[in-house]
Structures are given as C-alpha cells and as structure tokens.
C-alpha cells in the first residue's frame, strides 16, 4: 500500500510503525500522536514515520488508517477524520473489546466509509512508545470481526496486513468476541487490579509492611495491575455486560472455595485444585506462554 | 555441623541438599523420602545425600532436622521420630502457614525437644526434586519463628543456617506471619485457582475454546494454579481463619469495582487504578521481581 496513519503511538501503535517500515508494508507512514512527550520521544527514537500536527495534513489519499489510542477517543477523533478521509481508505483499530465502541463508530463515522475491527493480543504492563518493537505481534492472535455487512475484499486486504505485521489470523463477530476476551483478558486484569487494592486495604489496616514479601505470590498480580489506568476503564466499560458476568461466577466459585476451606472439604477441594492444574499444561502446548518454570525469571 | 536429616525431599527438600553439600554445610546429609518416584530422581540426579528408608537409620545424633514435606504429613512423622530423637537434635521446617501447624506440633512432639519454625519465600509451580537447585534460596526472605518460649541459642544457630543457604533473615511471631502471608501468598493463590477454575466453567458454559486465547492475562494465573494441590490444601486448611478474612475483603472491593464499571464512575474507578500502579514500582524497588516488561518473557 501507498499510505497508512497510525493514530496514538503508544506500545501498540510504535511497533506497527517499526513493523510497517521494517517489512515496507507503506510507502509512507503518517503518525497523529497527541502527547508531547510521546512526540519527544518519537523524535528521540528516530522513529520513521512523519509526524503530523493535524490529521488534515494526511487524510486525502490514505490506504488504512489504524485507531491505537483508548477507546474513549475515538468519538472525537473520528468527528474531526471525518471531513477528510474517502471511501478509499479502509480503517481500522486495535481496541481490546468491540460491542460498545461499535456503536460509537456506527453513529458517529461518516456513511460509506469502511471500519472493520482488528484485535491484536499483544501487549504489555509498560506503555509508550520507547516500549515498542518490531516483534511484538509476532506469532500472535490478531482477532478480525466479521459482521453480516463486513465487506469482504476490505477484510482480506486487513488479513494480509496482519499476517505480514506476524499474526495469527482468527475472524469471528463482535459478540463472541468480547465474551471470550471478559473471560481470558479482562476479568484476569480487574481480579490482578482488586487483589492489589485489597493487599493496599490490608496494609493499612494491619500496619505491617506486606510488599515487601510479595515474592510468593502477589508479586505476578502486581505486574497485570500496573497497566495503563484508561486503557482499561474503557474496556471495563465498553465490556461491562460480559464482565459482570464474570465477576457473578467469580464470586460464586470464590464462595465455594471459601466453604470448602472452612469446613475443611478435602475431597472437594483436592478435587477442584488438580482440575485447575491441567489448564497450564494446555497453555504451554497452545503455546500461549514460556515453558519454563516460574516464567524463566530466576 | 556434623548430621541434618531432610525429610521429604521434592522441590525445596533437594535444593537445601544441593546447597547444604555445596557450602558444606554439614558433614553428612541424610533423606527420607516415601515417593518412590522421588526416590529413584534422587538416584538419577545423584543428589549428594544418603537416603535412609526407615528414620531409625540417622535420628540417633542428629543436629538439624529439616521438614519438607506438605504439613499435613507432620503428624504421623513426628510420632515415628519421637522414638528416636534427642534433645541435642533442633527441628525445623519449610512449611508456609503456621498457626494450625503449630498446635499439631505442640501436641503430638515429645517434651523437651526443640522444634523453631522457619519459611523460606522461595518455590515455583513445579513440584519434585529434578527441579531443585541449590540458590533456590538466595537473596530470598526467610522468616524465623519467634515466640515467648523460642530458646535463643537454637535461634542463633537456625538463623546462621539459613544464612549460609543463601537467605534473608526476618523474624516474627506465628500470628504476625500468618496474617501477612494470607494477604502476599495464600490469597494471591486461591484467586489464581478461581479465576482458572471459572474459566473452565465459561468454556463449558459458552462452548468456545478460551484457553488458546490465554495470552491476554490468564496465561499468568495458569502458572500459579498449577502448584501443588496437596501442598496448597495443606496452606488453606492451615491458615482458615486469616484466608476467610481475606476472602471477605476481597469480595467486598471487587463488589465496589462492579459497581464502578455499571455506573460508569470514572473517578472512582481511575482512582483505583492508578493506585494500584504503585505497588509495582514499589515491588521492584525492594527487589522482589524483575524489573523487565512482562516477565522478561519475550
């Protein structure tokens, strides 16, 4: 392709910049970014793509145009894009979870122009674009939604893309989607968020320095719990339906651990704890994680 | 010293043999160990240390005898040593609660014989002595038992020991750990294994395959609920009363963060958010984990 606009160059948004140009995927790589410090940055990295001031500047002859900010910007971004981009350009985001944002894009962005959804699951607890590689969408699910009206060509085009930025493709609807990532994404991230908090309360109330013994355990949910603040109250928003689902069967299960530890039910409990054991086992074969104990850290 | 005595010799048990033999820290080192399956990795591996198939064979004149086995087997092990150990004999042991556990000794071990607890913060999710090595312990915390009685010379001697294995002393009493480990370890593992186990529950319930999609966050707690069952049972059980208030705080805030995501309440929940950042930095400040992005995992 000609040209491509990455908007917000953040984690996400840098290493498709260094990916596009590493690989020559554009011709030319526009990047829209609002922070100054991420644009000193930009600068200090030599980052190749050409910063633009306003999105005027771009828009008029445009192949793709890839939203990586929060969720919670896309309305206003897509009121100014609107004036300028055609039915030529296809564009399309990285946003964690689809139903709620879809109804954004859906009232908000001009008729006629073509937005089909792209998931990547990369990511990291640090933001910024001195964070970003090249690599990082390497061997990694990138999940493009189909709806009844997708219009295919434009989802083939974003197909090749992808697998030329090293994904994993899988096509599914908005629906499925978002039910499978509250399970596997976003409830793991607000129970890491809430276990954090409560070890907070708990100092507090106890008065005992807790952190500093963190390693047994508390330490892996500290990681997850330091992602970025917005990022993530956008999608527990714009997923809130999914979620508290999730959060009703967390706490029913929680409460039946809690019983079978109060009355100190063996077989259930035992029963319950070597189940659970299996899914790491499936988790290294998916190649979903490093098979190497406690992560290869020590 | 001149004899230690390791009693169950997995993970944990065969990395004190490896470090015991390393620094030379005792002239000789016996193992009991009941897993055939252990045993015959101990051959393989050729773990410096003469494995013993009854306790009468070494408990004659024995400096330190260490416990390593999961706290349920305490019981009926401290009945078989009774038999035999003197009062020139100091026990201790690894175990990772201590309340319950201290009762059982209280009454069941022959007067007169000194048993000071220890835990050393070190393990993984893997289990059995081919993962040991012998500075599993370095630059981790160990905590030392203190109480009213604690004879201050068998102190001494235990907290040289640990040193020379490579650990970071702090001493405390049972109750002070128990309470600060059910908040930075026990609880940490409980959610581990509900999250894991609700999203088994999920996958029945949607019919989707979720776990080849793991990579977004629950690849992490897979990890951790993949630990011992008969070991974290043991813990549960242990350390109840703690755990169960725990549980409770931890339902309550997460409650609180529904209510936030359903109203939409974005300053209570950004508040949240950014607060819990803090303990990351804080937690890599004291060394507790590494200070890589994710893990160092990719």
């Known amino acids: ?50 910063i633009v001031k306003s999105l005027k500047e771009c828009t008029g002859d445009l192949d793709l ?10 309305k206003s971004l897509i009121l100014k894009i609107n004036n300028f981009v055609t039915y030529k350009t296809l564009i399309t985001d990285i946003g964690s979870s689809k139903i709620e944002s879809s109804k954004i894009i859906k009232k908000f962005l001009k008729k006629g122009i073509h937005w089909i959804r792209s998931h990547p699951i990369a990511g990291s607890e640090v933001s910024g674009p001195e964070h ?16 009844k009206k997708t219009n295919l060509k434009h989802l083939k085009f974003l197909n090749t893309f ?38 907070q309360d708990f100092e507090k109330i106890l008065k005992f320095n807790l952190i500093k013994y963190s390693a047994g355990g508390l330490r892996d949910f500290s990681r997850i719990a330091a992602s970025n603040e917005i990022m993530w109250r956008d999608i527990f928003f714009d997923n809130k339906i999914n979620i508290t689902k999730a959060i009703d069967l967390f706490i029913k299960n929680l409460k039946s651990f809690k019983k079978d530890i109060n009355k100190k039910n063996n077989d259930s409990i035992i029963k319950k704890l070597i189940q659970t054991k299996k899914v790491r086992t499936k988790i290294i074969k998916l190649k979903q994680d490093i098979d190497k104990p406690d992560f290869g850290r020590n």
């Open 1 to 50: 392709m000609k040209n491509v606009l990455i908007i917000g160059c953040g984690l996400l948004g840098s290493s498709l910049v260094r990916r596009i140009s590493k690989k020559k995927l554009a011709k030319k790589i526009f990047i829209y970014e609002k922070s100054k410090s991420n644009i000193s940055k930009i600068k200090k990295f030599k980052l190749p793509g050409t």
């Open 65 to 74: 145009i890839i939203f990586c900010t929060p969720m919670s910007e896309y």
């Open 132 to 147: 970003g590689k090249d690599n990082l969408f390497e061997d990694k699910w990138c999940v493009l939604i189909k709806e």
């Open 162 to 199: 992808w697998r030329k930025v090293g994904s994993k493709i899988v096509i599914m609807n908005s629906e499925k989607h978002d039910k499978i990532f509250s399970i596997t994404s976003h409830l793991p991230h607000l129970i890491a968020y809430n276990l954090v908090k409560s070890a």
